[in-house]
């Protein structure tokens, strides 16, 4: 059973900065993919940053430049970093892994929340 733990979300005031950070009980290697998504209220989720196992990133096209995924492969970790926030960036955000099966497994953690006052 995979386990991914978020921590880092809070509250903020727009223009600041967030880290969040995901904790997988494996080594991330052994996922073909990791990646953040977000739930605002009443919207469904949405893909905010991905990275394969090889390094190719992918963004929401709305959140390039603002946002970057990362990962330490020692701690088996993956992070997103999260700048120039804005109220429309709040919601739930999710560290989601998808393994090397194929079909793809989809492991996801309970969530951490990130509120942006404007």
């Known amino acids: 059973q995979v386990q991914l733990v978020e921590s880092g979300g809070g509250l903020v005031q727009a223009g600041g900065s967030l880290r969040l950070s995901c904790a997988a009980s494996?080594?991330?290697?052994?996922?073909?993919?990791m990646g953040w998504y977000r739930q605002a209220p009443g919207k469904q989720r949405e893909l905010v940053a991905r990275i394969t196992i090889g390094g190719t990133q992918n963004y929401a096209d709305s959140l390039k430049g603002r946002f970057t995924i990362s990962r330490d492969i020692t701690k088996n970790a993956l992070f997103l970093q999260m700048n120039s926030l804005k109220p429309e960036d709040t919601g739930v955000y999710y560290c989601?892994?998808?393994?090397?099966?194929?079909?793809?497994?989809?492991?996801w953690g309970q969530g951490t929340q990130v509120t942006v006052s404007s």
């Open positions: 989601n892994a998808e393994s090397r099966l194929v079909p793809a497994d989809n492991y």
């Open positions: 494996r080594s991330i290697f052994s996922f073909n993919a």
